[in-house]
């Protein structure tokens, strides 16, 4: 009996285990968090007030943020949407920063100091066009605070205080391609082309947007590339043959243009000339091959040569550090040395700053940079420059040294994988990075103190301090419970980082010499990593291998690089530029003898291309070659295909390597009812404890599972847009569960009324996906388990006794299934960007689904909340089982967020690697920002907390012996009483 | 445990109280346009943004989000948000904002007459007069770290353990002096005819064989 109540006590304590939580002051214990930005678009420095100097800066991932110029840290980031592209930032009143986004259509002010949106303006307009922000500089005097904004067509005036428009004015009608807009005090000027040689000028007011003046030019000649504006009523462009270049002058109404040939500028130079992008006063640069020419126009409007660069990496916009002296920094390379150079518009001669930097290699070429001047003691300009380098980190350099440098290129994370740490060699002793017993004693006294609370607010500091720098946690090598890894990140860049798992620092990064931008390589892109040799038994010795695959463009056909690092000190250990495209890579379950992984690369034309390129890989796959398959989902057409490897290729040479690929089957979605919009499968690498689960009237259902499984959403044409964009009786949601190998429909299901986005993770035999419900109007969660019913009749003993069971027989994907599914749906409260499982070494401990919520929080979610036997009023028996009364939307509670009050910006995917310690799973959150934690499912049933408190557990040993003498003392003077009556 | 009694109680005091601030849902298809309407709206958060330009840090990083993130906005200082440009439809709006949970709205833009605008909450069903959004409750990411009792101590393995002994040392003697001294004597020769007790004769059914 009494064991019976202990059971059900501790089911009764595992049941209630449906949060796990984590105190406040455990923050940072196991998890860590990193904000980043992305690379930095534009920056403007805001250093004039005695304050805080700081500089605000726009980047590719939409960030809108304030950063100290003294460390480098965040005062405050905005996340814009993902459409919310920004086009333009600024100061405006001093006190407000002006971000324009959405091609031009939205305006918004944000507090400086603290970064509170102050106001935003909707810009209205039809056209698409360029945007231009412009915000008047040093006009202190005038009250009005124009802020003028060209986009969609339309130039509107926009008062800087509280956002109002005050005029809009539509050039869409005149069809101009609007490039400049030059404010003077009365009037504004308005220039650009209409069509490629009929250049106009407007002259409106000020105060109300009035057309007072409208003149135009028609050049004899077409023009190439966008006009740029050089001085107040200068412009220069290119002719349509790139070999002139004219000068536009506008003069007090008057246009009128000169001509000059490139080739009487400079002799010796051939090639095509681009004009570009500057902002110099009286000065424009002129890019032919690699070589950047300085060209002065004068006030008479004569172009003069001023100087001629080769290597020149990258120049800013003018600044104005006095009345009439505007400077602009370059930069340029001399062997592997980078020169920065500050010199003055108008005089070219005198260097102002000239200095040599040391940048690291592995950042790259600089990409852009901005400077910004301060006054030193002696009264002469010193200068700062903020680099945005090529692998996207940002560094602030002054008096050639590099102040502070964020790594920003880890805000696009566009793959991860992880490594072990090397074992602990037996030749570096424990002792000496733990602490001595003393010290050891008194951490776990103070503890102690704590958990009794008793502790003075020193000592809670203390304990804090001594949680927090645990030695433990960041050291390079690999531990018994196998939480310490290293997180291996591919950014969009190219570069790879290796993170700590213990505190998140970047162990090692490498920028890949194949995915650097070049002549050949225009625009790389990382596309993969995956582990590609993990050393297990045999080759111990040898450090484990990663596999990076990048394309040198966005398109299918662009040529792809294959580049193999060392995983514990990033060491490029070969790199391949691969003839054939890539479309699909897929590890393969076999390694050769020295742990290689096998890896198939699909081209677009359907070859199967095998990785490495060894004789024995061929040996190996050649005995398997009637097990590989593979799918493809053709989404344009609605088409899933399934493949086989057919023979080698048959190009002008047998190549061994490279196979033909059979069709086994397709399945043709009908494309007037169904579109795919998701699909996922199981993970390859995923590990199932049990087949089996028994009910709670001692039935046994046998779980199907499959690794050729793969789910499919399909939704209705008219539906697969956003939500607002259709309405309940057009849309409804097909799922399907599709077996790979022999593309069998193993269940079909419909959604009426129902609409994408669809999020879904498959895990053992059951998908649990995310999508909304038009009808309710909300989102809904449904899970399905497909069970096995063929082997469900080997639940009768004497089958098992007589031996006549099939659980022996092969399981093979060519046998036709019996199978049963079951569903159930849940509504679900917010929108979500990703969802995964939980992973555990064996896959014993009980599974949480981790939601990653449209607030950029983690949710973990137990996965006995979706559960397709869930009914309204479990018996008693379905209870004791942890079964959980049918409710119909899932709690969110709120002390499960795993990210707890953190956010991680922009999130964008969730990764789970199992650790050693069967309880517990890893879990990488990866965005704008990054966050790692450890989760326990179950709770940690397999070793202590933290929070073990050693010093009680001593404690209570003592108490024990000292009770133990007491009594005995007092036993034996009882008995001797007894004796003595 | 304490975590759902927790939420419980915070669900039971779910605060419906509106303000009498001057906010309505706006509406008006934007001059100038022909496409879209906008949508008008206020987030209050309770005990935040009826002073002007005093909020806090946390009130500047609320965002609105439409549909599902198809577009971002963020409050001004008085909590006010708007999306321009909405096409008629029914749309969902979501309020991300840390430490507070709030329920998604169900907005119709309607195309017939046009402006009209109707909200209701989804998590509840309610419909709002007004659009202004309130948390349904706050959220609270940690768990509370409960004060020192003597009950923690005593709930604790540890705590069992010295109860289970204490037990052992000071009600057992008691019990042996209830029993029946001669039943007493038997067990007492039996326990000498056997020698040293082992735990076989401890379990009930082994010492009656």
């Not at chain 1, 990210?899 to 995917?909: A, I, N, P, Q």
Request: proline letters at 4%.
């Amino acid at each position: 009996m009494a064991i019976r109540v202990f059971l059900t006590l501790l089911l009764f304590l595992s049941l209630t285990n449906l949060v796990s939580s984590i105190y406040e002051d455990q923050v940072g214990l196991m998890d860590w968090h990193q904000q980043y930005i992305g690379k930095v678009k534009h920056a403007v420095f805001h250093t004039q007030k005695t304050g805080r100097k700081r500089v605000l800066v726009s980047t590719e991932e939409n960030v809108v943020a304030s950063l100290d110029l003294r460390h480098g840290e965040i005062f405050w980031r905005h996340v814009l949407g993902t459409n919310d592209v920004v086009d333009g930032i600024d100061i405006a009143l001093g006190k407000y920063v002006i971000t324009l986004s959405s091609g031009g259509s939205i305006l918004r002010a944000w507090n400086l100091p603290d970064g509170q949106m102050v106001w935003e303006s909707s810009l209205q307009g039809s056209k698409e066009s360029k945007s231009i922000l412009n915000i008047p500089k040093n006009l202190k005097a005038d009250k009005d605070d124009l802020i003028l904004v060209y986009g969609k067509g339309h130039l509107h005036a926009i008062s800087g205080i509280d956002g109002e428009i005050l005029w809009r004015k539509d050039f869409a009608s005149d069809s101009i391609e609007v490039n400049h807009i030059i404010q003077s005090p009365e009037v504004i000027y308005v220039a650009g082309f209409v069509g490629s040689s009929k250049f106009y000028v407007y002259e409106l007011n000020t105060k109300n947007g009035e057309l007072l003046k409208n003149n135009h030019i028609t050049l004899p000649f077409g023009t190439f590339g966008e006009s740029l504006s050089v001085s107040g009523d200068k412009f220069v462009v290119l002719d349509d043959l790139r070999s002139k270049i004219v000068t536009i002058n506008f003069n007090n109404g008057d246009i009128n243009y000169n001509q000059k040939q490139i080739s009487d500028l400079v002799k010796d130079l051939s090639g095509q000339a681009v004009i570009l992008p500057s902002r110099l006063p009286g000065l424009f640069t002129l890019k032919i091959n690699s070589n950047v020419l300085f060209i002065k126009i004068t006030n008479e409007g004569e172009l003069v040569l001023v100087d001629k660069i080769d290597n020149a990496a990258a120049f800013s916009n003018a600044l104005s550090i006095s009345e009439n002296q505007h400077v602009f920094a370059f930069v340029q390379y001399e062997d592997n040395k980078i020169h920065l150079s500050v010199k003055d518009v108008n005089d070219w001669n005198g260097d102002l700053l000239k200095e040599d930097l040391v940048v690291d290699h592995q950042r790259g070429n600089i990409e852009k940079i901005f400077i910004n001047n301060y006054v030193r003691t002696d009264r002469s300009h010193g200068f700062r420059a903020l680099m945005v380098m090529e692998d996207h980190s940002l560094l602030l350099v002054q008096q050639g040294e590099i102040v502070w440098s964020r790594e920003d290129g880890l805000a696009s994370v566009v793959d991860v994988t992880t490594s072990e740490l090397p074992v602990e060699k037996d030749g570096v002793s424990v002792a000496k990075v733990e602490q001595n017993l003393f010290e050891w004693l008194k951490g776990h006294a103070l503890k102690l103190k704590g958990t009794l609370m008793i502790a003075s607010p020193e000592d809670k500091v203390a304990i804090q301090k001594l949680r927090l720098r645990s030695s433990e946690k960041s050291k390079m090598t690999r531990d018994h419970n196998g939480f310490r890894k290293l997180l291996i990140v591919l950014t969009r860049a190219g570069k790879v980082f290796a993170l700590h798992t213990g505190d998140g620092h970047v162990v090692w990064s490498t920028a890949l010499h194949t995915l650097r931008k070049s002549e050949e390589c225009e625009h790389p892109v990382g596309l993969n990593i995956y582990q590609w040799q993990v050393p297990h038994h045999h080759a111990l010795d040898e450090n484990p291998s990663i596999l990076v695959i990048g394309r040198c463009g966005p398109s299918l056909t662009a040529p792809t690089v294959l580049s193999f690092l060392d995983a514990y000190t990033g060491k490029e250990l070969n790199s391949l530029s691969l003839a054939h495209t890539v479309a699909r890579v897929i590890p393969l379950p076999y390694t050769d003898s020295t742990e290689q992984r096998l890896h198939l690369i699909i081209d677009v034309n359907k070859h199967a291309y095998l990785y490495p390129r060894t004789p024995e890989a061929i040996e190996i796959l050649k005995r398997e070659f009637s097990n590989v398959y593979w799918y493809s989902v053709e989404v344009d057409n609605g088409v899933i295909r399934g493949h086989a490897l057919k023979s080698n290729c048959v190009h002008e040479v047998v190549d061994e390597y490279c196979f033909v690929s059979r069709d086994l089957w397709s399945i043709v979605f009908p494309s007037e009812s169904e579109k795919i919009i998701a699909t996922v499968t199981r993970k390859s690498n995923e590990v199932v404890h049990t087949q089996a689960k028994v009910m709670t009237d001692h039935d046994v259902l046998y779980k199907y599972i499959s690794k050729n499984i793969l789910f499919v959403a399909n939704a209705a044409p008219k539906a697969s847009g956003e939500i607002g964009t259709a309405t309940p009786e057009e849309a409804s949601l097909v799922i399907y569960i599709i077996d790979t190998v022999t593309g069998r429909i193993l269940h079909r299901m419909t959604h009426h009324g129902c609409q994408g986005p669809v999020h879904a993770v498959f895990s053992e035999n059951w998908v649990v996906y995310h999508y909304f419900n038009l009808r309710a109007h909300r989102h809904e969660m449904s899970v399905i388990e497909v069970y096995d019913q063929s082997r469900a009749d080997n639940k009768d003993i004497w089958k098992f006794v007589l031996g006549k069971h099939n659980l022996t027989s092969p399981i093979s994907s060519y046998y036709r299934p019996e199978i049963s599914a079951k569903s159930q749906s849940y509504f679900f409260t917010h929108s979500v960007k990703a969802i995964e499982v939980t992973s555990t070494a064996k896959g014993i401990t009980s599974k949480q689904l981790l939601i990653g919520t449209i607030g950029d929080q983690v949710l973990a979610l137990d996965k006995r909340f979706l559960d397709p036997r869930r009914t309204l009023n479990p018996s008693q028996a379905e209870k004791e089982e942890g079964i959980i009364p049918l409710t119909d939307s899932l709690p969110i509670i709120s002390q499960s967020y795993i990210t707890h009050s953190l956010k991680v910006e922009g999130l964008r995917g969730i990764i789970t690697v199992p650790a050693k310690l069967e309880s517990t799973s890893l879990v990488f959150a990866y965005g704008v920002d990054l966050f790692f934690t450890q989760i326990a499912p179950s709770r940690t049933y397999d070793s202590l907390t933290e929070d073990f408190s050693y010093a009680l557990l001593l404690l209570t040993i003592v108490a024990l012996v000292a009770a133990l003498f007491i009594t005995w003392v007092l036993s034996e003077r009882k008995d001797l009483q007894e004796k003595w009556r | 445990m304490a975590s759902f009694t927790k939420s419980l109680f915070l669900f039971l005091f779910i605060q419906f109280t509106f303000s009498l601030f001057p906010s309505s849902i706006a509406q008006s298809p934007t001059p100038g346009s022909s496409e879209g309407y906008t949508i008008y709206g206020r987030v209050k958060i309770p005990g935040f943004g009826t002073k002007e330009f005093s909020l806090p840090a946390k009130v500047s990083n609320v965002k609105v989000i439409l549909n599902g993130g198809q577009r971002v906005s963020f409050l001004r200082p008085d909590g006010y948000f708007s999306f321009h440009n909405v096409p008629a439809g029914t749309h969902l709006i979501e309020v991300a904002a840390t430490g507070y949970f709030f329920s998604p709205v169900r907005v119709d833009v309607s195309a017939r007459n046009p402006g009209k605008i109707q909200a209701a909450l989804t998590e509840n069903r309610r419909g709002l007069s007004e659009f202004v959004l309130e948390p349904l409750k706050d959220e609270q990411y940690y768990e509370i770290r409960e004060p020192f009792s003597v009950m923690s101590i005593v709930k604790s393995p540890m705590g069992l353990m010295m109860g289970f002994m204490l037990i052992v040392v000071f009600l057992m003697p008691k019990l042996m002096e209830n029993m029946d001294p001669e039943e007493m004597k038997r067990a007492q020769e039996e326990m000498r005819s056997q020698g040293v007790p082992s735990l076989a004769n401890l379990l009930p059914g082994a010492a009656r064989s």
